[in-house]
Antibody, heavy 115, light 108 residues
Framework: QVQLVESGGGVVQPGGSLRLSCTVS????????MHWVRQTPGNGLEWVAF????????SYADSVKGRFTISRDNSKNTLYLQMNSLRTEDTAVYYC????????WGQGTLVTVSS | SYVLTQTPSVSVAPGKTARITCGGN??????VQWYQQKPGQAPMLVVF???DRPSGIPERFSGSKSGNTATLTISRVEAGDEADYYC???????????FGTGTKVTVL
């Protein structure tokens, strides 16, 4: 079955950087676009970024554009989110999800930005 | 930026029908997805492309659209349907994916 597993979350100081990974199994990873979505504790879902199946095009939420970079390595079935210039408001659980319609999700990884 | 508005909460008795609405400008021209999220869990897709269901999702879950509103209908509600529900679309003008504000469904 399709599985998505996020990793790389943790505690980082404001202004710091972190790279999240999402490893996909049970699916032809290179065939599908992928998303990152985040959720602050007790709040709703916020879309962060999307990358096409071939990695040739990406889009970002205004709140992260210029600070976050989504990328993928189809040879490793892995999606990445490089997060720079982190702010306290970036604290959230970060999920990766498959396909335009977000049909499969990982369990999430918690990112805490705090001094 | 594009906004999707949902009623914050809906309460329904077991066996009855819950209707969750999602309002957005010109939503009729967009493909709507619906997600269910239970406490401590990741969201799960329950309806895609307005009214299609992924395999394994009961027929009790159905989606529809009329005018500027999309609706997720849960028939014969069960205790296990208690969750937060989010609508979602892709906004072609901004190339952004947008989630609704979320609706908490409480089963009485």
């Amino acid at each position: 079955q399709v599985q998505l597993v996020e990793s790389g979350g943790g505690v980082v100081q404001p202004g710091g950087s972190l790279r999240l990974s999402c490893t996909v199994s049970g699916s032809i990873f290179s065939s599908f676009g992928m998303h990152w979505v985040r959720q602050t504790p007790g709040n709703g879902l916020e879309w962060v970024a999307f990358i096409r199946y071939d990695g040739n095009n990406a889009s970002y939420a205004d709140s992260v554009k210029g600070r976050f970079t989504i990328s993928r390595d189809n040879s490793k079935n892995t999606l990445y989110l490089q997060m720079n210039s982190l702010r306290t408001e970036d604290t959230a659980v970060y999920y990766c999800a498959r396909r335009v319609a977000l049909d499969y999700w990982g369990q999430g990884t918690l990112v805490t930005v705090s001094s | 930026s594009y906004v999707l508005t949902q009623t914050p909460s809906v309460s329904v008795a077991p066996g009855k029908t819950a209707r969750i609405t999602c309002g957005g400008n010109n939503i009729g021209s967009k493909s709507v997805q619906w997600y269910q999220q239970k406490p401590g869990q990741a969201p799960m897709l329950v309806v895609f492309y307005d009214s299609d269901r992924p395999s394994g999702i009961p027929e009790r879950f159905s989606g529809s659209k009329s005018g500027n509103t999309a609706t997720l209908t849960i028939s014969r509600v069960e205790a296990g349907d208690e969750a937060d529900y989010y609508c979602q679309v892709w906004d072609s003008d901004s190339d952004h994916y947008v989630f609704g504000t979320g609706t908490k469904v409480t089963v009485l």
